[in-house]
C-alpha cells in the first residue's frame, strides 16, 4: 500500500511545477505580445479587417431597416385597403348606392367619410403602421367643426397656419430639431385650401364653426413628423463597436510598446532641439542686427544732409565715417576725409568763438548746434549749419560724436542781400517820416485856423479827422519800418566786426 502521508509531497511538487509551468508560459507570451513587432502586425491586421466589419455592420443595418420599412409600407397598405372596404365599399352597397357624404357616416344609413374625415382616420392608420412612433401624419385645424374633439395647435403649427396665410404661396412650412441627445425631428405642414365643393358643404353644415368660406382659404394643414431612427434597428452595430474597441485596445497598446522605444529618443531629441533652438535664435538675433544695420547704413548714406562719425576714443578724434552728402558738401572725398580731425574744414573766416563753443561742448559730452563759416577742398567758403551730438560710451564721455551739415550759403546770402537793400532805403524812409510828420502838422493847423474862423463845415470836420487818422497809420508804419532798418543795419555792422577779428 503506498502511504498517503509519503504521497503528499509529491502532489504538492506537481502543483508547484504545474504553477511554475503556467508562470512560464504567460512570461514567454508577454515577451511576444510586448514585442514592438507583434504589435505592429496585430495593429496592421485590425486596421486591414476595420472596413470588412464596417461593411457587415452596416450591411446588417440596412437590412434591418429595408424589412422594417416593407413591413410598415406593407401593414399601411392593408390598412388603407380594409378601410377602403369598410368604409366606403360596404357602406355603399348596404345602401344600394346611395351615398351620403357626411363626418359622422357611420351613424348614417349610406354615409361615406368626407374629405376631412377620411384624412383624420387614415391619420391613425399611417400612426399604427410605425410601431415604434416614428412617422405621424395629423389632419389639423383652427376651425375644427363643434362636436369633434381635437387637441389644441402647438407653436409649430400655429405658426405654419399664420404663415401660410400670410403668403398664400408658400408650398411648405418645416421644423427640424437636433437635440444633444435622442431622437431629431422633422416636421412638415402643407397647406389644406378649400376647394368649391369644400366651401358649399362647410358653409351649409350646421357644426362648422365659420359660413364665410372661400375658393383658396386655408382650411388648415396637414403635417407629417418623421423622427430619427432608433439605435436598435442598426442590427449589428454592437458587432461594430465592439470591434472598434478591441481597435482602441490594440492602438493603447501598440501606443505603450513604442512609447518605450521613444523615451530613450526623447532625452537626445530635447537636448538637440534645446541647442537647435538656441543656434536659431542667435541665428535671428544676428541677422536681424545686420538687416538692422543695413537698413540705417542705407539711410545715412543717401541721406541728403551730411553725416559724419568721430572716434573720441583715439588720438585727435579722427573722422571714421563721412556719407555722400558730406563728400557732396565739403568737396573732400572718403578718402582725405576718413583718419582726419574735422578742423580741415576751417579758414580764415571761420569765428573763432564758435569753434571754442564747439570744443567745450565736446569737453562735457553735450550735443550742440551752431552756423559758421567752412571751407571745401577747393578753398571755397560755404556756410555751414553744423549740429552734433553724442553717442555710445557713458555721460559726459562718449565713445563716438556724430555729425550733421546743412550747406545754408544761399540762405545766408539771400538773407545778407535783404538786409542790404532795407538798409539802403533808410535815406528814403526818413525823408518819408518827416514829410508824413509835416502833413500831420499842416492838417492840425489847417483845422485849427478853419475852426478859429468859424467857416469849418461838418463835412470838411469829417475829411479832416480822417486824414489826420491815416497820417497817424501811416507814421506808425514808417517807425516799424525804420526800426527793422536799424536791426539790419547793427547786425551787418556786427558780421562785418566780426568778419574783420576772424582768424585761423
Given at each position: 500500500m503506498v502511504d498517503p502521508i509519503?504521497?503528499?509531497p509529491s502532489r504538492s511538487a506537481a502543483s508547484r511545477e504545474s504553477h511554475l509551468g503556467l508562470s512560464s508560459w504567460f512570461s514567454r507570451g508577454w515577451r511576444l505580445v510586448s514585442k514592438p513587432a507583434f504589435v505592429l502586425v496585430l495593429l496592421i491586421v485590425c486596421l486591414i479587417g476595420l472596413p470588412f466589419v464596417m461593411a457587415s455592420s452596416l450591411s446588417a443595418a440596412t437590412v434591418k431597416q429595408m424589412e422594417l420599412q416593407a413591413d410598415e409600407i406593407s401593414t399601411l397598405a392593408t390598412g388603407i385597403r380594409g378601410y377602403y372596404a369598410d368604409n366606403v365599399v360596404a357602406r355603399l352597397q348596404e345602401a344600394n348606392g346611395q351615398a351620403v357624404f357626411t363626418?359622422?357616416?357611420?351613424?348614417?344609413?349610406g354615409g361615406i367619410p368626407i374629405p376631412a374625415t377620411l384624412s383624420i382616420e387614415l391619420g391613425a392608420l399611417f400612426d399604427s403602421a410605425h410601431s415604434d412612433g416614428r412617422i405621424n401624419y395629423a389632419f389639423l385645424s383652427d376651425y375644427p367643426f363643434a362636436?369633434?374633439?381635437?387637441?389644441p395647435l402647438d407653436g409649430f403649427e400655429t405658426d405654419a397656419l399664420r404663415a401660410f396665410r400670410q403668403d398664400p404661396e408658400l408650398p411648405r412650412y418645416v421644423k427640424l430639431e437636433r437635440p444633444w441627445l435622442g431622437r431629431s425631428t422633422y416636421r412638415l405642414a402643407t397647406p389644406v385650401l378649400m376647394r368649391p365643393a369644400c366651401v358649399t358643404c362647410h358653409n351649409q353644415h350646421p357644426d362648422s364653426p365659420r359660413k364665410d368660406w372661400k375658393v383658396g382659404d386655408v382650411r388648415g394643414i396637414q403635417e407629417v413628423t418623421v423622427r430619427g431612427i432608433q439605435v436598435d434597428g442598426f442590427g449589428q452595430i454592437g458587432y461594430l463597436v465592439g470591434y472598434v474597441g478591441l481597435l482602441g485596445l490594440v492602438s493603447v497598446g501598440a501606443t505603450a510598446t513604442?512609447?518605450?522605444q521613444n523615451r530613450l529618443l526623447l532625452t537626445t531629441n530635447d537636448r538637440l532641439r534645446e541647442g537647435s533652438r538656441r543656434e536659431v535664435n542667435l541665428s535671428d538675433k544676428l541677422r536681424q542686427q545686420v538687416q538692422e544695420l543695413s537698413l540705417l547704413g542705407a539711410v545715412v548714406e543717401n541721406a541728403t544732409f551730411g553725416v559724419s562719425i568721430a572716434d573720441m576714443r583715439q588720438d585727435d578724434y579722427p573722422l571714421i565715417y563721412v556719407n555722400e552728402a558730406f563728400c557732396r558738401i565739403t568737396g573732400y572725398p572718403k578718402e582725405k576725409a576718413s583718419g582726419f580731425n574735422c578742423r580741415f574744414l576751417r579758414g580764415p573766416d571761420t569765428d573763432p568763438v564758435t569753434v571754442s563753443e564747439i570744443a567745450r561742448a565736446i569737453r562735457e559730452g553735450k550735443s550742440y548746434s551752431c552756423e559758421l563759416?567752412?571751407?571745401r577742398l577747393n578753398g571755397e567758403k560755404f556756410?555751414?549749419?553744423?549740429t552734433i551730438y553724442p553717442f555710445g560710451g557713458k555721460p559726459g564721455k562718449p565713445d563716438f560724436y556724430v555729425g550733421n551739415q546743412v550747406d545754408i550759403t544761399n540762405i545766408r546770402i539771400f538773407n545778407d542781400s535783404a538786409a542790404s537793400q532795407l538798409v539802403a532805403l533808410r535815406p528814403s524812409i526818413e525823408s518819408a517820416a518827416i514829410q508824413i510828420s509835416e502833413a500831420i502838422s499842416f492838417a492840425k493847423k489847417l483845422r485849427d485856423q478853419l475852426f478859429?474862423?468859424?467857416?469849418?463845415?461838418?463835412?470838411?470836420?469829417?475829411?479832416?479827422?480822417?486824414?489826420?487818422?491815416?497820417?497817424l497809420d501811416l507814421q506808425a508804419s514808417v517807425i516799424e519800418i525804420q526800426e527793422l532798418i536799424r536791426k539790419a543795419s547793427v547786425e551787418q555792422q556786427s558780421s562785418a566786426r566780426i568778419c574783420e577779428d576772424r582768424s585761423i
Amino acid at each position: 500500500m503506498v502511504d498517503p502521508i509519503r504521497a503528499q509531497p509529491s502532489r504538492s511538487a506537481a502543483s508547484r511545477e504545474s504553477h511554475l509551468g503556467l508562470s512560464s508560459w504567460f512570461s514567454r507570451g508577454w515577451r511576444l505580445v510586448s514585442k514592438p513587432a507583434f504589435v505592429l502586425v496585430l495593429l496592421i491586421v485590425c486596421l486591414i479587417g476595420l472596413p470588412f466589419v464596417m461593411a457587415s455592420s452596416l450591411s446588417a443595418a440596412t437590412v434591418k431597416q429595408m424589412e422594417l420599412q416593407a413591413d410598415e409600407i406593407s401593414t399601411l397598405a392593408t390598412g388603407i385597403r380594409g378601410y377602403y372596404a369598410d368604409n366606403v365599399v360596404a357602406r355603399l352597397q348596404e345602401a344600394n348606392g346611395q351615398a351620403v357624404f357626411t363626418e359622422n357616416y357611420r351613424d348614417v344609413h349610406g354615409g361615406i367619410p368626407i374629405p376631412a374625415t377620411l384624412s383624420i382616420e387614415l391619420g391613425a392608420l399611417f400612426d399604427s403602421a410605425h410601431s415604434d412612433g416614428r412617422i405621424n401624419y395629423a389632419f389639423l385645424s383652427d376651425y375644427p367643426f363643434a362636436k369633434r374633439d381635437v387637441p389644441p395647435l402647438d407653436g409649430f403649427e400655429t405658426d405654419a397656419l399664420r404663415a401660410f396665410r400670410q403668403d398664400p404661396e408658400l408650398p411648405r412650412y418645416v421644423k427640424l430639431e437636433r437635440p444633444w441627445l435622442g431622437r431629431s425631428t422633422y416636421r412638415l405642414a402643407t397647406p389644406v385650401l378649400m376647394r368649391p365643393a369644400c366651401v358649399t358643404c362647410h358653409n351649409q353644415h350646421p357644426d362648422s364653426p365659420r359660413k364665410d368660406w372661400k375658393v383658396g382659404d386655408v382650411r388648415g394643414i396637414q403635417e407629417v413628423t418623421v423622427r430619427g431612427i432608433q439605435v436598435d434597428g442598426f442590427g449589428q452595430i454592437g458587432y461594430l463597436v465592439g470591434y472598434v474597441g478591441l481597435l482602441g485596445l490594440v492602438s493603447v497598446g501598440a501606443t505603450a510598446t513604442f512609447q518605450r522605444q521613444n523615451r530613450l529618443l526623447l532625452t537626445t531629441n530635447d537636448r538637440l532641439r534645446e541647442g537647435s533652438r538656441r543656434e536659431v535664435n542667435l541665428s535671428d538675433k544676428l541677422r536681424q542686427q545686420v538687416q538692422e544695420l543695413s537698413l540705417l547704413g542705407a539711410v545715412v548714406e543717401n541721406a541728403t544732409f551730411g553725416v559724419s562719425i568721430a572716434d573720441m576714443r583715439q588720438d585727435d578724434y579722427p573722422l571714421i565715417y563721412v556719407n555722400e552728402a558730406f563728400c557732396r558738401i565739403t568737396g573732400y572725398p572718403k578718402e582725405k576725409a576718413s583718419g582726419f580731425n574735422c578742423r580741415f574744414l576751417r579758414g580764415p573766416d571761420t569765428d573763432p568763438v564758435t569753434v571754442s563753443e564747439i570744443a567745450r561742448a565736446i569737453r562735457e559730452g553735450k550735443s550742440y548746434s551752431c552756423e559758421l563759416i567752412n571751407y571745401r577742398l577747393n578753398g571755397e567758403k560755404f556756410w555751414n549749419r553744423l549740429t552734433i551730438y553724442p553717442f555710445g560710451g557713458k555721460p559726459g564721455k562718449p565713445d563716438f560724436y556724430v555729425g550733421n551739415q546743412v550747406d545754408i550759403t544761399n540762405i545766408r546770402i539771400f538773407n545778407d542781400s535783404a538786409a542790404s537793400q532795407l538798409v539802403a532805403l533808410r535815406p528814403s524812409i526818413e525823408s518819408a517820416a518827416i514829410q508824413i510828420s509835416e502833413a500831420i502838422s499842416f492838417a492840425k493847423k489847417l483845422r485849427d485856423q478853419l475852426f478859429a474862423q468859424e467857416s469849418l463845415t461838418p463835412d470838411e470836420d469829417c475829411f479832416l479827422a480822417a486824414e489826420h487818422s491815416s497820417l497817424l497809420d501811416l507814421q506808425a508804419s514808417v517807425i516799424e519800418i525804420q526800426e527793422l532798418i536799424r536791426k539790419a543795419s547793427v547786425e551787418q555792422q556786427s558780421s562785418a566786426r566780426i568778419c574783420e577779428d576772424r582768424s585761423i
